[in-house]
Every structure is written in structure tokens, then in C-alpha cells.
């Protein structure tokens, strides 16, 4: 079993910067990526950036790309995410999670994932 823990999210004017942090314990060599995916009131869990432990690869979605910046500390088993330019439609609970499987879609969808964080609600005041 891996455990999450994410931290970081609170209240943030439009424009604003905020770095969550998600740790990992347990198992975590058997993971081979990390996650972040959101979820605001109303909507379905979205995808917001992902990275992959052996070599660092990156991918992110759209509406993050160029603001929002995920990074990772080995010697940690921690995972953070820098979000600049905040908007409001950032609000949400974000989600650290882990996968301990191949990714055959790049770790871009929920169900490449295995462990799952209790989530670090983010709200962006416009």
C-alpha cells in the first residue's frame, strides 16, 4: 500500500501563486508516476499534470500548461505543484495520486492511478 498526504491548498486572490505538496509513504518503490488531477463542484475529476519517477517526463493539461509547474524530490517520495497566474476557475479539490502500473496514456487518465490522496481544496477568489 502507498499512503498519500497532500498540503498546501487554501484561499488565494485571482493572479496569485500557490505550491502544493503530496507526499508519499508506504510502498512507494513500487510506484512508477504521480499525479495531480482536480475536481471543482458540479464537474467531473479532471487531469491537471503528471510526472514519471525513472526519468522525469512531464506531460500537462492545457488549461494548466505555462502556469502550472509539477516537480518531484526522489529522496523525499514527494511531489509538489507550483500554480501561477491563478484563476478562478482553478477552484478545486486537488488530488495527488500514484501509479504503480505501466501508463499506456501517460498517467493523463484517473484510471492509470492507483493510490489516491484525500484532497487539498484550492479556491481562487476572483
Known amino acids: 500500500q502507498v499512503q498519500l498526504v497532500e498540503s498546501g491548498g487554501r484561499l488565494v486572490q485571482a493572479g496569485g501563486s500557490l505550491r502544493l505538496s503530496c507526499a508519499a509513504s508506504?510502498?512507494?518503490?513500487?510506484?512508477?508516476?504521480m499525479g495531480w488531477f482536480r475536481q471543482a463542484p458540479g464537474k467531473e475529476r479532471e487531469f491537471v499534470a503528471t510526472?514519471?519517477?525513472?526519468?522525469?517526463?512531464?506531460y500537462y493539461a492545457d488549461s494548466v500548461k505555462g502556469r502550472f509547474t509539477i516537480s518531484r524530490d526522489n529522496a523525499k517520495n514527494t511531489v509538489y505543484l507550483q500554480m501561477n497566474s491563478l484563476k478562478f476557475e482553478d477552484t478545486a479539490v486537488y488530488y495527488c495520486?500514484?501509479?504503480?502500473?505501466?501508463?499506456?496514456?501517460?498517467?493523463?487518465?484517473?484510471?492509470?492511478?492507483?493510490?489516491w490522496g484525500q484532497g487539498t481544496q484550492v479556491t481562487v477568489s476572483s
Open positions: 495520486a500514484a501509479g504503480a502500473r505501466y501508463q499506456y496514456f501517460g498517467g493523463r487518465y484517473s484510471h492509470e492511478y492507483d493510490y
Open positions: 508506504g510502498r512507494t518503490f513500487s510506484t512508477v508516476a
Open positions: 510526472i514519471r519517477w525513472s526519468d522525469g517526463r512531464i
